[in-house]
């Protein structure tokens, strides 16, 4: 457990994170203590961006996906491989919270976002 964050110590975050990735088209909503952690430890994972929330309703927008190769894969290191790539979340729900095995899907290394507005 962390200790308990002020208002104003997620703002200064928020600022580090950001300078952190200026070239991102895309707002990053994890914790600045999370940026380091390793997600997995496989060398090669795939992340699904799958444009399904209500603002691609009428343009039908193709499920991307992106190709992560690494050793102890961080979520710094995913949203470095992501900018590079050009992932481009232009909607109302562009944070990433996270990433995440759907246990839906039956595969050992896609990985989907978890988006927040
Ligand atoms: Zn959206």
Redesign the pocket.
């Known amino acids: 457990m962390s200790i308990e964050k002020t208002d104003e110590q997620y703002a200064i975050e928020n600022e580090q994170i950001y300078n952190m990735f200026p070239d991102a088209k895309f707002a990053i909503s994890i914790d600045i203590d999370e940026l380091d952690y390793v997600i997995t430890t496989q060398e090669h994972i795939i992340i699904k961006s799958a444009?399904t929330?209500?603002?691609?309703d009428n343009c039908n927008k193709k499920t991307e996906f992106f190709n992560i190769f690494g050793k102890n894969i961080t979520n710094k290191f995913i949203i470095n491989s992501l900018i590079k790539q050009d992932l481009n979340l232009d909607?109302?729900?562009?944070f990433i919270e996270g990433f995440y095995k759907n246990p839906k899907t039956n595969s050992d290394c896609q990985f989907e976002i978890m988006?927040g507005?």
Not at 53 to 56: E, R, V
Not at 91 to 94: G, I, K, L, Q, W
Request: proline share 0%.
């Open positions: 444009y929330c209500y603002c691609y909607c109302n729900h562009h988006t507005s």
